[in-house]
């Protein structure tokens, strides 16, 4: 498995904020905190590649959000927030080589953060990053794959991923306080601890995960249940809003 991640830029402290209020952001313990996460996906298997960052885009290490990569294609996404916008054409570049691009157009929004697969189905968060025309421009891309797109609805959270994110095939991590069980029924739920609101964002890698050590009482649940868990410290991009899926986009 190969990880793209991205380098974090030294603008990060004007990174975009939505439900925050902007703290200073550590830019060496940033840096030291992202490369203990690239050795914890080297740890499960993933070989890193880390794209260099760009001192313009204050949130280009969040590159989860720039595409949508698949076995038959790569959908390059058209973040909602403006500012980002200029992040995509350094990750298009990277896949080129790897997989058939396709390309979100205007009028249409998509960030990463908002697409979740699982197998043959793909959920869409409806977000102020990702619109219907966003939506549909995905479902276009991947319906001749034979992949399915559900839309969710999500409150309280930046991206569908914050609230909830696949362990295997099988099996959610879920914070339904901030989307309903409903659309995932058909899957065994593990709910993050109610105290630990963003704990449902991990990354999981063959049926193990990579989760946030500020999240103790999700971990050990998570173990409770049978789930390998590899803890990183990521306190400092969390500050941005970003959580642990949004800083590798995986390519089987
Ligand atoms: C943003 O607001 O776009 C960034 N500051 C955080 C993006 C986090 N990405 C993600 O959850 N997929």
């Given at each position: 498995m190969l990880a793209l991640t991205r380098e974090i830029s030294s603008?990060?402290?004007?990174c975009q904020l939505t439900h925050l209020a902007r703290e200073p952001i550590d830019l060496s313990l940033a840096r030291s905190q992202h490369r203990d996460y690239e050795r914890a996906l080297e740890s499960l298997g993933c070989t890193v590649r880390r794209l260099p960052a760009d001192e313009t885009m204050p949130d280009s290490v969040f590159i989860e959000d720039t595409t949508v990569v698949l076995p038959e294609v790569a959908v390059l996404a058209r973040p909602?927030?403006?500012?980002?916008?200029?992040?995509?054409s350094a990750v298009a570049a990277a896949l080129e080589p790897l997989r058939p691009l396709f390309h979100v157009e205007s009028p249409g929004t998509l960030d990463g953060g908002d697409v979740l697969v699982i197998g043959r189905t793909i959920f869409v968060g409806r977000s102020t990053r990702t619109n219907d025309a966003g939506v549909e421009q995905l479902r276009a891309a991947v319906a001749p794959f034979g992949y399915a797109v559900d839309t969710v609805s999500t409150s309280g959270c930046l991206h569908l991923k914050s609230a909830v994110t696949a362990i295997d095939e099988r099996t959610v991590l879920i914070n339904p306080r901030w989307v309903s069980r409903q659309p995932f029924q058909e899957y065994r739920q593990i709910d993050s601890d109610p105290s630990e609101p963003g704990a449902a964002n991990v990354v999981s890698v063959g049926g193990q995960v990579i989760a946030a050590a500020s999240f103790p009482r999700t971990c050990a649940h998570l173990e409770e249940q049978g789930v390998r868990v590899t803890r990183v410290d990521a306190s400092e991009l969390a500050k941005a809003e970003g959580a642990l899926t949004c800083c590798s986009v995986l390519v089987s």
């Open positions: 603008a990060i402290g004007g909602g927030a403006q500012s980002r916008r200029l992040e995509v």
